[in-house]
């Protein structure tokens, strides 16, 4: 039982010291959590405390990796609206997000 | 949650001051101890004076937050307190320190180390205050600034004021748990994930708390408000009345700046940024007369140097490691510059001091100008011009009201379309202004600017920069341009 931190975390460091088993590490190209460590907070806290904390949607996931912030829980941002801004910056040359 | 909401005691007026930058005395001031006054006199972020002689460092420490804003996007620094889309490089709380060491060591009118990101320094206490207890110990001359979103603030507040701490800024958008809806998706609190309103209202309480919390301390505390059109620009009226009347001896509006580029829940979902006019006539209501202040530019988090400059690239980990530094040394150099700027400082105060306003002198209008110009003097090329200071001219003096960015930081959609050439562009950004000061222009500018009805100016080249307004606006009264004097505007 562990969840899992993936490329899309933007290494800011705040679920690192929330984590009531020191489960989570800092690590290149991007923090990481021990999975031996991990008890998804279960019997410390109602809410995975990681997952309660990171502000990237999609970079956290359980077991069957699924995100536990999908796309617009976090941001407020329906997921239709980011792929029309995205798909706008590109057609004016920018580098999409 | 009920705040209660005071009315604010009109300060009572003393005799005018007929030369420019006189906010350090001015009666928005009068409420503060001399000893307060003496700090904020002498601040680099708070005194348009100081700003000219005195620099400032930010050092990124502090990578978590413990909230989202619609204004930002975690990928990048907190966009309130840095410019959006900037990403600065995390350092550790001994890297900090050896850097502000050696920018001291080399910049010696270095006289401020704030941190203010990339997340909230209270959202990482052990990182923030192992910098401000290393710092405080090994250059007690360097002041101490911190900014924080307010969440974790009254459980700080003890420690904070056992370090060196100058003063705090506050990010305060609204009182309103409804407002506040609108702006923060989200809070971390207390182990759980908070949305929407009952966050915001947890957020909101906090803020209140952390700022008579410091009040009651003695510590200095500024308020910033970051304005966004129709979700809190009248509500910022009051959030200005009662954060001052519980203390914060100075509330800075900033511009929202959203882009969909930055990613962020404002910039994709469309919302605007306000306009010029709209920020002065904010910043008229909340700041009041208060002479000072307005030069902030939300500078970036690692931002070094004195305002409005960023000599970041002379010190990377790389360089500050092959410094040969005597600290010791470089603390008595900085007290003997320190001793010459306030020598000089206190000469000009006593300069303006003397020169007693004539009552019946002529009053024309007030007359905005744009300045471009890096420092004190007029001294940047109307096309080289990334951005330009606006001064008020009155019958009472120059003030400093604001700063107008003519590159990628546009006034928003309405202002700039995609076909205006960037000339076009910057003329839209000096709407309002009368005359533009610069060192030189080029023909074209020239024709277009007054075609605008802006007229430019460079013959003031190299003279200080509100001695050549007060000049132009003299010359402007006299040539009967300003006609129709208006009562000059009193404020309360
Ligand atoms: S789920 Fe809980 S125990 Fe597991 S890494 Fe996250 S914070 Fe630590
Ligand atoms: S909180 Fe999220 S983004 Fe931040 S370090 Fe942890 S996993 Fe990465």
Same mark, same amino acid.
């Given at each position: 039982? &562990? ?25 290149? !190209? ?7 460590? /991990? ?18 949607? *999609?970079?956290?996931?359980? @077991? ?34 | ?53 005195? &620099? ?8 978590? /937050? ?44 270095? =006289? ?7 997340? #909230? ?6 990182? =923030?205050?192992?910098?401000?207890? %290393? ?14 979103? *307010?969440?974790?603030? !009254? ?51 906090? %803020? ?17 408000? $970051? ?16 954060? +001052? ?41 909340? @700041? ?14 690692? &931002? ?19 410094? #040969?530094?005597?600290?010791? +040394? ?15 400082? #206190?000469?000009?105060?006593? @300069?303006?001091?003397?020169? $007693?306003?004539?009552? #019946? ?9 744009? $300045? ?33 960015? =003519? ?30 000061? /610069?060192?030189?222009?080029?023909? @074209? ?23 050549? $307004? ?23």
């Amino acid at each position: 039982m &562990a969840l899992e931190i993936i490329e899309s975390c933007v290494n800011c460091y705040a679920c690192q010291p929330v984590c009531p088993n020191d489960a989570i590490y800092e690590a290149k !190209p991007h923090f990481l959590i021990n999975e031996d460590k /991990c008890t998804e907070c279960v019997g410390d806290f109602a809410d995975a405390q990681c997952a309660s904390i990171c502000p990237i949607e *999609g970079a956290i996931l359980d @077991e069957l990796g699924v995100a536990l912030n999908p796309p617009g829980s976090l941001t407020g941002i329906p997921p239709e609206r980011w792929a029309a801004a995205q798909a706008e910056i590109q057609a004016r040359g920018g580098s999409p997000l | 949650m009920d705040l209660p909401i005071y009315q604010e005691e009109a300060a009572p007026k003393s005799g005018g001051c007929s030369a420019g930058s006189c906010g350090s005395t001015d009666d928005q001031l009068g409420h503060l101890s001399d000893d307060i006054r003496k700090k904020v006199e002498d601040h680099p972020c708070y005194s348009e004076e100081a700003h000219h002689y005195f &620099a400032r460092m930010h050092v990124a420490v502090a990578p978590a /937050c413990n909230i989202q804003c619609h204004y930002c996007n975690r990928k990048y620094d907190c966009a309130n307190e840095s410019r959006p889309g900037v990403v600065s490089e995390v350092m550790t709380p001994d890297q900090a320190v050896k850097k502000t060491m050696a920018v001291a060591a080399t910049i010696p009118q270095m =006289t401020v180390l704030g941190i203010a990101g990339p997340g #909230d320094p209270l959202a990482n206490p052990e990182r =923030t205050f192992e910098t401000f207890r %290393q710092l405080s110990e090994k250059a007690p001359d360097i002041k101490l600034c911190v900014s924080t979103n *307010g969440l974790a603030l !009254p459980a700080a507040v003890e420690e904070l004021s056992k370090h060196n701490i100058d003063h705090v800024t506050i990010t305060i958008n609204c009182i309103d748990p409804d407002v506040g809806a609108q702006i923060y998706p989200w809070i971390y609190w207390e182990n759980k994930r908070i949305y929407g309103r009952e966050g915001a209202a947890i957020l909101i309480e906090q %803020q209140q708390k952390g700022l008579e919390m410091l009040k009651e301390k003695g510590i200095l505390v500024k308020v910033n408000s $970051v304005l966004i059109p129709g979700v809190n620009d009248q509500h910022l009226k009051e959030v200005s009345k009662v954060v +001052k009347a519980k203390g914060a001896f100075l509330h800075n509006v900033m511009p929202l700046i959203a882009e969909a580029e930055h990613g962020t829940f404002y910039g994709v979902m469309g919302q605007r940024s306000p306009s010029p006019a709209e920020l002065k006539e904010l910043q008229d209501a909340c @700041e009041g007369d208060m002479n000072m202040m307005r030069h902030c530019r939300q500078c970036r988090a690692d &931002a070094v140097g004195l305002l409005g400059e960023d000599r970041g690239a002379e010190f990377t980990l790389d360089k500050i490691e092959q410094m #040969d530094i005597d600290y010791d +040394k470089a603390m008595e150099f900085r007290a003997e510059v320190r001793a010459g700027i306030q020598a000089e400082l #206190d000469a000009k105060r006593a @300069e303006k001091a003397k020169v $007693v306003p004539l009552e #019946d002198s002529p009053r024309g209008r007030p007359v905005l100008m744009a $300045v471009a110009a890096k420092g004190a003097v007029i001294n940047v090329h109307f096309g080289h011009a990334k951005e330009f200071m606006v001064y008020e001219a009155t019958y009472q003096g120059a003030r400093f009201v604001g700063h107008r960015k =003519t590159d990628s930081y546009c006034a928003g959609d309405e202002t700039c379309g995609d076909g205006d050439s960037i000339l076009d562009k910057t003329i839209k950004s000096l709407e309002g202004c009368e005359v533009v000061l /610069c060192s030189k222009i080029g023909y @074209e500018p020239w024709g277009n600017l007054e075609a605008a009805g802006i007229q430019p100016n460079g013959e003031h080249a190299m003279e200080p920069i509100e001695e050549a $307004v007060m000049a132009v606006w003299n010359e402007m009264l006299a040539a009967g341009k300003l006609d129709a004097p208006v009562e000059a505007k009193k404020r309360a």
